[in-house]
């Protein structure tokens, strides 16, 4: 990506983003697991390649002291898909999530067959349409004009992977971000989980909240861009990662519907930890703003590798609400960024 423009790179993670979801409907076809995972694998390539390109682009356009609220602001589109993506995942792919697996055990071999068909088939038309969305918006980013940025030649050498790690908000960037990502993940995926079992919902209903999360995320961040025109970025930061910590105690600790709600308030305060983060442990990087990027963005992968512990947790102690103290600590180190690790210090 350092040798790349921020354009071709944008570019790029839209073609890859693209073909991943029209691999879908292959596998489909097959009915076999490891291809829907070789077509997440590669979404999740092209999302990396948009996430590095388009992230830094943004905070570049301007001065550097409303970097957050500029990324957060680009980022409040992503909320509004995390509003808009249960729906549709409600009506088109989760219509027959009710049937248990004993029931399915139970069928004859012609019933299993056709529901395992109708199953996989019910990913196709919804990553279709995807697909061309995609494909539709990087045929806009090839003709479209963008702003030139143009960075100053420098004699100073740039920084290598592990001289970017020596940067003390840079790592803490990497670090944070890991950990939030990793959060986000567990309380989005055991959502309904968490409902069918702590509150005692049915999965309709309990994919409906899983809807009312969503657009509250997605408020979450448009507040939080619109807060951040009279608070500084790391308080509000502080701020939001501890009403969060504390609401994901009283999920972990409660029980009925008022611990939904919590997890609701969640899905609030966690929005604007990605790209605040992000903003944050770029901050005054210049050239080295690129790697820095990318190695923020590999960070995510805590969000397959957190997970595991939460599933874990929650497996040994038969409750899911105890897994939940997994996602609570990853907060406690978005906190402690937000608190400290922000503040810029490089090392000579």
Same mark, same amino acid.
């Given at each position: 990506m350092k040798k790349w423009g921020y354009k071709a790179g944008i570019v790029f993670g839209l073609l890859l983003f693209a073909s991943g979801a029209f691999l879908f409907i292959p596998a489909a076809n097959t009915h076999q697991y490891f291809y829907f995972l070789g077509a997440l694998f590669i979404v999740a390539s092209g999302l990396a390649f948009l996430e590095t390109a388009a992230n830094p682009y943004v905070t570049v356009l301007g001065p550097p002291q409303t970097s957050s609220f500029r990324l957060n602001l680009a980022q409040s589109f992503n909320g509004i898909a995390a509003a808009i993506a249960p729906i549709i995942g409600k009506y088109t792919i989760l219509t027959n999530t009710d049937i248990t697996n004993e029931s399915i055990q139970q069928m004859d071999v012609a019933t299993k067959a056709k529901f395992i068909e109708e199953a996989s088939n019910s990913v196709k038309a919804p990553f279709m349409v995807l697909g061309l969305i995609i494909l539709a918006v990087a045929v806009i980013f090839i003709f479209l004009k963008l702003p030139e940025i143009k960075e100053q030649s420098s004699s100073i050498k740039e920084k290598s992977i592990l001289e970017i790690f020596k940067i003390k908000h840079t790592c803490w960037a990497i670090v944070a971000q890991f950990f939030y990502v990793g959060a986000q993940i567990c309380f989005s995926s055991f959502f309904l989980v968490y409902a069918e079992k702590a509150a005692g919902l049915d999965h309709h209903s309990s994919s409906d909240y899983l809807v009312v999360y969503g657009a509250l995320f997605m408020i979450g961040r448009i507040v939080g861009?619109? #807060?951040?025109? #009279?608070?500084? *970025?790391?308080?509000?930061?502080?701020?939001?990662?501890?009403? *969060? +910590?504390?609401?994901?105690?009283?999920?972990? #600790? /409660? @029980?009925?519907?008022?611990?939904?709600? &919590?997890?609701? %308030?969640?899905?609030?305060?966690? =929005?604007?930890? #990605?790209?605040?983060?992000?903003?944050? /442990?770029?901050?005054?990087?210049?050239?080295?703003?690129?790697? *820095?990027? =990318?190695?923020? !963005?590999?960070?995510? +992968? %805590?969000?397959?590798? !957190?997970?595991? /512990?939460? /599933?874990?947790?929650?497996?040994?102690?038969? @409750? !899911?609400?105890? %897994?939940? =103290?997994?996602?609570? +600590? &990853?907060?406690?180190v978005v906190l402690y960024f937000a608190y400290k690790g922000y503040k810029p210090s490089f090392n000579k």
């Open positions: 861009t619109i #807060f951040m025109r #009279f608070i500084e *970025a790391p308080k509000l930061l502080a701020i939001y990662a501890l009403l *969060a +910590v504390i609401l994901t105690i009283v999920a972990i #600790f /409660g @029980n009925g519907m008022y611990t939904i709600y &919590c997890l609701l %308030g969640i899905g609030f305060f966690i =929005s604007i930890m #990605f790209p605040t983060i992000f903003a944050l /442990g770029i901050k005054d990087l210049g050239e080295d703003t690129k790697t *820095a990027s =990318s190695l923020i !963005i590999m960070s995510i +992968v %805590g969000g397959a590798i !957190i997970p595991l /512990g939460l /599933g874990y947790i929650a497996d040994i102690t038969h @409750n !899911i609400q105890y %897994g939940y =103290s997994v996602p609570l +600590v &990853c907060l406690l």
